[in-house]
């Protein structure tokens, strides 16, 4: 609700980094720019695979600790899934 000021206030929760995965914040993950063929070979087949979709086509692998996403055949992101139980 704004206030006479005409300022919103509102509630923001930050939950730091370290805090979200401490056991995996340093664990070794695919870097941007490898290639689908280096993955696979230092890190082994995905659980899944997703895609190609769009264009540019986007691939998405899956494993157990991260997903690494693909542009083409490299590496654009990797993220590490932080709700593991």
Do not use: C
Request: aromatic share 8%.
């Amino acid at each position: 609700m704004m206030g006479a000021s005409g300022l919103a206030v509102a509630d923001q929760v930050v939950v730091p980094a370290s805090q979200q995965s401490p056991d995996l914040k340093d664990m070794p993950r695919p870097s941007n720019g490898m290639s689908m063929k280096r993955i696979e070979d230092e890190y082994g087949k995905p659980t899944s695979i997703s895609g190609p979709v769009g264009e540019p086509p986007i691939t998405t692998w899956e494993y157990d600790y991260y997903t690494v996403y693909f542009e083409h055949n490299l590496v654009i992101h990797t993220v590490l899934k932080h709700n593991l139980q």
